[in-house]
């Protein structure tokens, strides 16, 4: 699964996936184009000998900035990983409309604005099997999850949107696959938040008993890793996922595919 030469642009790097999916892609050999918005952004570029730009996902002008950066300075891209995304547990009938509103902003529509405004460098790649585009769903974007249903949405969208994109770049014979990765629960400082949440409200005695609750309900028995993710990531970006396109992939060890 070499990635050696591929110029590939991922935002959320700073995140705690965006972080393993960023050291994994250079340790393939990968040209990466890394943005974010948190500050911590820029020491894993350098980290990871890439260029970093600054990157508000949620703004299409900021998308059409780093797509004329990318072109200028890079010529064309052969990947896009759209990873950058906010949690929010709330009940539906508590959440407000703003809130619901920027958890359908920051995880759904950034992924039409950077396919949108990538496209272009994308069909440009020059790769013999063409670009790739990955998009970061959920477990929560394949079922209903009690006190998720802003994430729920966002999450679902995306995977209907992954799909729809792949058709219709194929139907017009653009080639750029584009797929979808559906992580189950991840020990990342974002994934933490629900559980320090429900801490502080009385209802989690702490965040390791938590973090263990979750991982009894992995048929593995432990809780998933960004590294789990990552080699996932990278496996769609290569030639050995050449011909899967439109295709969603539960990174979960079976977590939704158990009878309930």
């Known amino acids: 699964m070499s990635l050696t030469g591929r110029r590939i642009l991922v935002t959320g790097c700073g995140g705690g996936i965006g972080q393993a999916v960023s050291r994994v892609l250079?340790?393939?050999?990968?040209?990466?184009?890394l943005s974010d918005l948190e500050l911590h952004g820029a020491a894993v570029a350098n980290a990871c000998k890439a260029r970093y730009l600054s990157l508000d996902v949620t703004q299409e002008h900021a998308w059409r900035t780093v797509a004329a950066t990318v072109r200028e300075e890079f010529g064309a891209l052969d990947g896009l990983v759209n990873v950058a995304g906010v949690i929010l547990m709330q009940p539906l009938i508590e959440t407000t409309l703003a809130e619901y509103r920027r958890i359908q902003?920051?995880?759904?529509?950034?992924?039409?604005?950077?396919?949108?405004?990538?496209?272009?460098?994308?069909?440009?790649?020059?790769?013999?099997?063409?670009?790739?585009?990955?998009?970061?769903?959920?477990?929560?974007?394949?079922?209903?999850?009690?006190?998720?249903?802003?994430?729920?949405?966002?999450?679902?969208?995306?995977?209907?949107?992954?799909k729809a994109a792949a058709v219709e770049f194929a139907s017009k014979g653009q080639r750029i696959r584009v797929n979808s990765v559906h992580p189950g629960p991840i020990d990342t400082p974002l994934a933490r938040l629900p559980i320090e949440q429900l801490v502080r409200q009385g209802k989690v005695a702490s965040l390791e008993s938590g973090l263990n609750r979750i991982a009894s309900g992995y048929p593995g028995g432990r809780i998933g890793q960004p590294e789990d993710v990552a080699g996932v990531v990278a496996f769609l970006l290569s030639d050995d996922s050449r011909f899967l396109n439109g295709v969603e992939i539960p990174v979960d060890y079976g977590f939704t595919a158990r009878a309930q």
Do not use: D, M, W
């Open 26 to 33: 250079h340790e393939r050999g990968a040209q990466l184009i």
């Open 105 to 162: 902003t920051v995880n759904h529509e950034s992924v039409f604005l950077g396919i949108k405004a990538t496209a272009a460098l994308l069909e440009e790649s020059g790769l013999e099997h063409g670009a790739a585009i990955v998009n970061f769903s959920s477990i929560y974007g394949l079922g209903g999850q009690p006190g998720f249903s802003a994430y729920c949405a966002a999450k679902g969208a995306v995977r209907l949107l992954t």
